[in-house]
């Protein structure tokens, strides 16, 4: 059974930091593009960041490049995102998810930032940034 469990999430000022992690298990973790996404109430779940299988390389939406920082650990089965210079914009429900790549892209694809694509998904964890 596939899990993905995210944490890290919280209450944060505006110009603050906080660091998201999602745990996964039940699944070769190495043999997955991971991505996060977010979500606001009424509206569609959007792209954040991905990482490649090997964490080479990386796509951010642009609304939070130069901002937030994705990051894999192969060995401890774990993705993260490393969020800075928060805005009250950034508020959302963060979600982390996994795709297989059987084909052991270099990049991170189009069809990769697209939530419909993914194969599974975590609970969410809650980020509030107040201004």
């Known amino acids: 059974q596939v899990q993905l469990v995210e944490s890290g999430g919280g209450l944060v000022q505006a110009g603050g930091s906080l660091k998201l992690s999602c745990a996964a298990s039940g699944l070769t973790f190495s043999s997955y593009v991971m991505g996060w996404f977010r979500q606001v109430p009424e509206k569609e779940r959007e792209f954040v960041a991905a990482i490649t299988r090997s964490g080479g390389s990386t796509h951010y939406a642009d609304s939070v490049k130069g901002r937030f920082t994705i990051s894999r650990d192969n060995a401890k089965n774990t993705v993260y995102l490393q969020m800075n210079s928060l805005k009250p914009e950034d508020t959302a429900v963060y979600y982390c998810?996994?795709?297989?790549?059987?084909?052991?892209?270099?990049?991170?694809?189009?069809?990769?930032?697209?939530?419909?694509?993914?194969?599974?998904w975590g609970q969410g964890t809650q980020v509030t940034v107040s201004s």
């Open positions: 998810a996994a795709v297989s790549d059987s084909s052991n892209g270099r990049w991170i694809t189009i069809g990769q930032t697209i939530p419909k694509n993914y194969d599974y």
